[in-house]
């Protein structure tokens, strides 16, 4: 093939990789203990287009940015759309009454929808 035929095929790939776009929080569930101990269950949607572009990762953060926990999404979902994981354990400070999950992709990193969420916990007996 020459290389003019293998510029072309690399541009076509590249073009609909960045076609899925950023990966965007459509919800988030938080269900915690009154030690402050949460479940995470986080909803992301993301055009999966297979191992060169996907949605990879999302984060728990603090509203002003410290990171929580992180959940690794191990391998596209290009076949479940839109992709729901939980994160067990998660410590989460008593002084915060709300949390902010963003998502990764493999290629735009983080930058589409983020939900902030307000926490409800358990009153202590």
Avoid: F
């Amino acid at each position: 093939m020459s290389d003019k035929y293998n510029y072309m095929l690399l541009l076509i790939g590249m073009s609909i990789s960045a076609y899925a776009g950023e990966a965007d929080v459509l919800s988030v569930k938080a269900d915690c203990t009154v030690d402050n101990i949460c479940m995470i269950s986080v909803t992301v949607r993301h055009a999966d287009t297979g191992w060169t572009h996907y949605a990879d990762a999302w984060e728990v953060l603090t509203p002003d940015g410290e990171l929580l926990a992180s959940r690794v999404l191990a391998h596209p979902h290009v076949n479940e759309r839109p992709v729901t994981r939980s994160l067990p354990r998660v410590p989460v400070p008593a002084d915060l009454d709300s949390v902010v999950v963003r998502a990764h992709d493999s290629v735009h990193g983080y930058g589409g929808r983020e939900v902030r969420l307000k926490l409800s916990r358990p009153l202590k007996q």
